[in-house]
């Protein structure tokens, strides 16, 4: 499928950053949460030689990073539980999913037994969206032909005009995967893509997201990762903007007219899908967060 251009930028480096941790976890890991093999390909040529030398690796990450690589694990326990959710969903008939701002996303290379049964639209700014593409023609990865690329920069659009220049069915439910993105929005601006998939989209479509808890709620002992990482990606020029309080999420939702389907809250991820004998330590300051559009909010 072909794609549509909207606006040239430049390509994220946070996102650039979210593959490489997927590449590292692959490696590092006795038995990897989630199973990105193509991770290291969508990876520039820095971060590659990184992943790829344990001593870089160590150097880099575990040394010159330190203070903020304990966020890693966010990455690849979001992806873990979007994926999961998607399983489901198709076994329930699901033919549509939508990756908003897709970055380096390797789902439709990595599971092409589910990109049998969907049309899969990534959403993107451009020029990452590009990035992406050429290192898969690179690394020699073939684009499915169920993939539609839309670019667009959803500061300037909603997400439902942007599925407009597409063929897109809105009178069939989609899933949405919104990972690592809401804490990079004002809170308008989530409010806005929100709505536009609760009242534009058909009754049974749902949206998947991580978020950024009020940094008043971070516990003592992540106060410091949380503020240190936010330091870091600000650096990079993408601060961290919006956040939200656990407990009033679900009611966030419902006012935008979601039922809750499944909600982590920051301090239940952990427990979820890591065990102590795991050594992993998920950050107590990012929730992930299901919510299904009700049957009467179809307009």
């Not at 880099?60 to 992806?79: E, F, N, Q």
């Not at 002992?221 to 309080?245: C, D, H, T, Y």
Request: hydrophobic share 40%; glycine share 6%.
């Amino acid at each position: 499928m072909g794609s549509t251009n909207v606006t040239i930028s430049t390509p994220s480096k946070t996102a650039e950053i979210a593959a490489a941790t997927r590449a590292l976890h692959q490696r590092r890991a006795r038995q990897p949460l989630f199973n990105d093999p193509y991770a290291l390909a969508m990876c520039g040529d820095f971060w590659r030689r990184v992943v790829s030398s344990e001593w870089l690796s160590n150097l880099v990450v575990d040394t010159l990073l330190k203070t903020t690589s304990g966020i890693m694990p966010v990455v690849y326990t979001r992806a873990r539980f979007g994926e999961d959710i998607l399983e489901a969903a198709i076994k329930e008939g699901l033919d549509q999913y939508v990756i908003v701002g897709a970055g380096y996303d390797t789902f439709s290379a990595r599971r092409p037994d589910l990109m049998d049964k969907l049309t899969l639209y990534e959403l993107d700014q451009a020029a990452t969206q590009q990035s992406k593409r050429e290192r898969m023609k690179a690394a020699g990865i073939i684009e499915h032909e169920n993939v539609c690329y839309v670019e667009s920069d959803l500061n300037r659009e909603k997400l439902h005009e942007a599925l407009a220049r597409v063929n897109f069915d809105t009178t069939r439910p989609a899933l949405f995967s919104w990972f690592g993105v809401t804490y990079y929005l004002e809170m308008e601006s989530i409010k806005e893509t929100l709505i536009s998939i609760s009242s534009h989209m058909a009754s049974g479509s749902a949206v998947m997201f991580d978020y950024l808890a009020d940094p008043e709620l971070t516990p003592y002992g992540f106060i410091r990762m949380q503020e240190n990482s936010a330091n870091f990606v600000a650096k990079r020029g993408e601060p961290w903007l919006s956040s939200f309080v656990p407990d009033k999420l679900p009611e966030f939702l419902n006012e935008l007219g979601y039922e809750t389907a499944n909600h982590l809250k920051p301090e239940e991820v952990g427990a979820r899908y890591f065990s102590e004998t795991d050594n992993i330590t998920y950050p107590a300051f990012m929730g992930l967060y299901h919510g299904v559009v009700r049957k009467t909010e179809r307009s």
